[in-house]
């Protein structure tokens, strides 16, 4: 019975995380998109802020993961797409509409893990207003560039003991190197660059 409770805990925890998913891209996405559309921006979220993505030797990974699974994708996902209320799901076609809508954004917004809305709500909101989250985000629902607004939420990481670093993006730094039988030698390394004075006052490498 143990086991059965926490795999319906598991089961319960991975239909949400996958149920965000989805709502998040829509409101990354206009009116009108296909499968791949979705899927894509889906396996996206996954990378964003991955300083390897932008500099790396392959950046076409999030299209491949897609390309390579995307059977695979319609499996994981074609029940939360026929059960949500706020897309019209059209399998044979591979299309889908979404409302764009302020009321339809509003929804969607109301509908992210709350860690998300409060990235949100701390971007859109200026300082000593202490707004409620509810009335911010129904600002940012009104708002025609919205999908941005989201996708401008601001990066975390986590230093080695799962303390949070704030961070706003990657900056790639070119260290030479010295001491080796190649003068040129050199190496390219992601620089964390935060706004927030209390992180360091030194670079953080990693």
Same mark, same amino acid.
């Given at each position: 019975m143990l086991v059965q409770n926490e795999n319906a805990k598991l089961h319960d925890a991975l239909v949400s995380n996958l149920k965000s998913a989805v709502t998040a891209s829509f409101l990354m996405l206009p009116e009108s998109f296909s499968e791949e559309d979705l899927f894509l921006q889906i396996a996206g979220l996954s990378y964003t802020g991955d300083f390897w993505m932008v500099i790396g030797e392959?950046?076409?990974?999030?299209?491949? !993961? *897609?390309?390579?699974?995307? &059977?695979?994708?319609?499996?994981?996902?074609?029940?939360?797409?026929?059960?949500?209320?706020?897309?019209?799901? %059209?399998?044979? &076609?591979? %299309?889908?509409?979404?409302? %764009?809508?302020? %009321?339809? &954004?509003?929804?969607?917004?109301?509908?992210?893990?709350?860690?998300?809305?409060?990235? !949100?709500?701390?971007?859109?909101?200026?300082?000593?207003?202490?707004?409620? *989250?509810?009335?911010?985000?129904?600002? +940012?629902?009104?708002?025609?560039?919205?999908?941005a607004v989201v996708q401008q939420e601001p990066l975390n990481g986590l230093a080695t003991h799962q303390t949070e670093i704030p961070f706003m993006r990657w900056i790639p730094v070119e260290f030479h190197l010295?001491? *080796?039988?190649?003068?040129?030698?050199?190496?390219? *390394?992601? +620089?964390? +660059?935060?706004s927030d004075p209390n992180v360091a006052e030194d670079p953080i490498i990693g």
């Open positions: 392959d950046k076409s990974k999030v299209h491949n !993961i *897609v390309k390579d699974n995307i &059977q695979h994708f319609r499996i994981l996902y074609s029940n939360i797409l026929r059960d949500c209320p706020q897309v019209v799901y %059209k399998p044979q &076609q591979g %299309k889908l509409e979404v409302d %764009k809508s302020p %009321k339809g &954004q509003f929804i969607q917004l109301m509908a992210l893990p709350r860690t998300l809305q409060q990235k !949100i709500t701390k971007l859109v909101d200026p300082p000593g207003m202490n707004r409620d *989250v509810e009335e911010i985000l129904l600002q +940012v629902a009104q708002d025609p560039d919205c999908g010295s001491g *080796v039988e190649t003068p040129s030698a050199s190496l390219l *390394v992601p +620089v964390l +660059v935060s």
